[in-house]
């Protein structure tokens, strides 16, 4: 008798459900024993300070400063090949152009681009951009998945089969791998999300716009995702800020660390890029944004009327897990490395508020700012913190796609579609400096036991 995958999971759910209590069982480690044997949990160390496991030259994260032999808290930075991202931004903003090719540029060749050569470098971009023939009809169209992550992941792993040469580790055929997936992955995440409007919503148009070779990244993710192509200026200017400052974010991050852990094993460009789209996919590193906007969206519910005075109130019900998911969480407040203040957070801050004030939704952009200020007044409060908890990126990131109109379902993929730029640049300084596989230890704490044999169990 055959059975459809929906039977086998109904006919083995029993046995299953208790082969996993027994999993549980066997898999409880006492935490006194981490304590026991120093285990720097997530490579962290008491204080939540990574571990250095390694060098780097692409980016710089930086929160504290040693003062009188002791590290003091200070406003964040980040640094892209030693310049600061707020300059960057900056400065293509007031010469009225777009910077995320620039930022590109200069993670993967390490300085700043001149005029011809950033002009030749968006053309190579530009020309990768068409995905391959057949491509769309038979990877994307033919089996989409509701998860763009997911889908990500498989486009990259099937790219692997159009690359005549994709187990070429050199820097050379790495880095033509690196700038074709830069490219594509935009049209790869677009056109995935499509086709699932296409089959699995009351949606029953399929647009597939090729991209236009003369816009910038931020200008094509607005053509090929609009029914009508139209976008503003100001628009596209700040998902154009909003993907430079999601370029990249020192080596230790989880999924730029998976990038340096999965070359390390010398394995082929889709293969590490695919373990990196899965790290960035866990909702405790890329889906933070998802989860700002669903609490913004419950806080809207049940405050009728959002004066300073209610929303207080209710973010305090919301950290004392008496409301929305009752975790205590205020999403996208505080950070696990910037102490004091998250340098993109301050930047896509502004421009939230001015394409707030485009769109005719301050009022909205003044809320985002009232819970912001009330979670950190409170949580200072109850956890007697001497600094105050500022937003992190997220908190604002969804906030621009939303008024973007990109749905929710990319939010993730954007952080993505920017952060490939610095994982292929760190892939490469793994490939050029690394030499040796990452290889941490674990101790096994585990006692040793004589095999008993089948008869005596």
Same mark, same amino acid.
């Given at each position: 008798?055959?059975?459809?995958?929906?039977?086998?999971?109904?006919?083995?759910?029993?046995k299953?459900?208790?082969?996993?209590?027994?999993?549980?069982?066997?898999?409880?480690?006492?935490?006194e024993?981490y304590?026991?044997?120093?285990?720097?949990?997530?490579?962290?160390?008491?204080?939540?300070?990574?571990?250095?496991?390694g060098?780097?030259e692409?980016?710089?994260?930086?929160?504290?400063?040693?003062?009188?032999?002791?590290?003091?808290?200070?406003?964040?930075?980040?640094c892209?090949r030693?310049?600061?991202?707020?300059?960057?931004?900056?400065?293509?903003?007031?010469?009225?152009?777009f910077?995320?090719?620039?930022?590109?540029?200069?993670?993967?060749f390490?300085?700043?681009?001149?005029?011809?050569?950033?002009?030749?470098?968006?053309?190579?971009?530009?020309?990768?951009?068409l995905?391959?023939?057949?491509?769309?009809?038979d990877?994307?169209?033919?089996?989409?998945?509701?998860?763009?992550?997911?889908?990500?992941?498989?486009?990259v792993l099937?790219?692997?089969?159009?690359?005549?040469?994709?187990d070429?580790t050199?820097?050379?055929?790495?880095?033509?791998?690196?700038l074709?997936?830069?490219?594509?992955?935009?049209?790869?995440a677009?056109?995935?999300?499509r086709?699932y409007?296409?089959y699995?919503?009351?949606?029953?148009?399929?647009?597939?716009?090729?991209?236009?070779?003369e816009?910038?990244?931020a200008q094509?993710?607005?053509?090929?995702?609009?029914?009508?192509?139209a976008?503003?200026?100001?628009?596209?200017?700040?998902l154009?800020v909003?993907?430079?400052?999601?370029?990249?974010?020192?080596?230790?991050?989880?999924?730029?660390?998976?990038t340096?852990?999965?070359?390390?094993?010398?394995?082929?460009?889709?293969?590490?890029?695919?373990?990196?789209?899965?790290?960035?996919k866990?909702?405790?590193?890329?889906? =933070?944004?998802? !989860?700002?906007?669903?609490?913004?969206?419950?806080?809207?519910? %049940? #405050?009728?009327?959002?004066t300073? +005075?209610? *929303?207080?109130?209710y973010?305090?019900?919301?950290i004392?897990?008496?409301a929305?998911?009752?975790?205590?969480?205020?999403?996208?407040?505080?950070?696990?490395?910037?102490?004091?203040?998250?340098?993109?957070?301050?930047?896509?801050?502004?421009?939230?508020?001015?394409? =707030?004030?485009a !769109?005719?939704?301050?009022?909205?952009?003044?809320?985002?700012? %009232? #819970?912001?200020?009330?979670?950190? +007044?409170? *949580?200072?409060?109850?956890?007697?913190?001497l600094?105050?908890?500022?937003?992190n990126?997220?908190?604002?990131?969804?906030?621009?796609?939303?008024?973007?109109?990109?749905?929710?379902a990319?939010?993730?993929?954007l952080?993505?579609i920017?952060?490939?730029?610095?994982?292929?640049?760190?892939?490469?300084?793994?490939?050029?400096?690394?030499?040796?596989?990452?290889?941490?230890?674990y101790?096994?704490v585990?006692?040793?036991?004589?095999?008993?044999?089948?008869?005596?169990?």
């Amino acid at each position: 008798m055959n059975f459809n995958d929906a039977d086998l999971i109904i006919k083995h759910s029993h046995k299953i459900s208790q082969l996993a209590k027994l999993t549980k069982q066997n898999n409880n480690i006492d935490p006194e024993m981490y304590e026991k044997y120093d285990v720097k949990r997530g490579l962290r160390d008491s204080n939540g300070k990574g571990v250095l496991c390694g060098l780097t030259e692409i980016s710089e994260v930086t929160s504290w400063e040693m003062q009188n032999g002791k590290p003091v808290p200070v406003q964040g930075n980040l640094c892209y090949r030693g310049y600061n991202v707020k300059d960057l931004v900056k400065n293509t903003v007031e010469e009225n152009r777009f910077g995320f090719e620039e930022t590109a540029y200069l993670l993967l060749f390490g300085q700043l681009p001149s005029k011809s050569e950033l002009s030749d470098f968006s053309e190579i971009i530009s020309e990768f951009r068409l995905l391959p023939r057949n491509f769309v009809r038979d990877v994307i169209m033919k089996q989409p998945s509701k998860d763009m992550m997911n889908m990500l992941a498989r486009c990259v792993l099937n790219l692997y089969s159009y690359d005549p040469d994709p187990d070429n580790t050199s820097i050379t055929n790495v880095l033509r791998q690196s700038l074709a997936l830069i490219a594509q992955l935009p049209m790869i995440a677009a056109y995935s999300y499509r086709a699932y409007r296409y089959y699995n919503t009351d949606d029953g148009s399929l647009i597939i716009h090729k991209p236009v070779s003369e816009y910038s990244t931020a200008q094509n993710i607005l053509h090929v995702l609009r029914k009508d192509s139209a976008f503003t200026d100001l628009e596209a200017k700040v998902l154009d800020v909003a993907l430079t400052l999601h370029a990249d974010h020192g080596g230790g991050n989880a999924s730029t660390f998976t990038t340096h852990l999965a070359t390390s094993t010398g394995t082929d460009t889709y293969s590490a890029i695919a373990a990196s789209l899965g790290s960035l996919k866990g909702p405790r590193h890329g889906g =933070a944004n998802i !989860k700002v906007m669903q609490m913004l969206k419950n806080i809207k519910e %049940n #405050v009728k009327k959002p004066t300073r +005075e209610n *929303i207080y109130d209710y973010v305090e019900k919301i950290i004392d897990k008496k409301a929305f998911d009752k975790t205590g969480l205020v999403y996208g407040i505080g950070h696990t490395v910037y102490t004091v203040s998250d340098p993109r957070a301050e930047v896509l801050k502004i421009y939230a508020g001015k394409l =707030a004030e485009a !769109k005719g939704l301050s009022d909205e952009f003044e809320l985002y700012n %009232n #819970v912001a200020a009330a979670a950190s +007044e409170i *949580i200072c409060n109850k956890k007697n913190l001497l600094k105050p908890l500022n937003p992190n990126v997220d908190f604002y990131s969804g906030f621009v796609y939303s008024m973007l109109n990109l749905p929710a379902a990319l939010y993730t993929p954007l952080f993505a579609i920017a952060r490939i730029t610095g994982w292929s640049a760190h892939r490469m300084e793994e490939l050029a400096c690394g030499g040796k596989i990452i290889r941490p230890a674990y101790a096994c704490v585990q006692d040793r036991r004589p095999y008993v044999p089948m008869n005596k169990r």
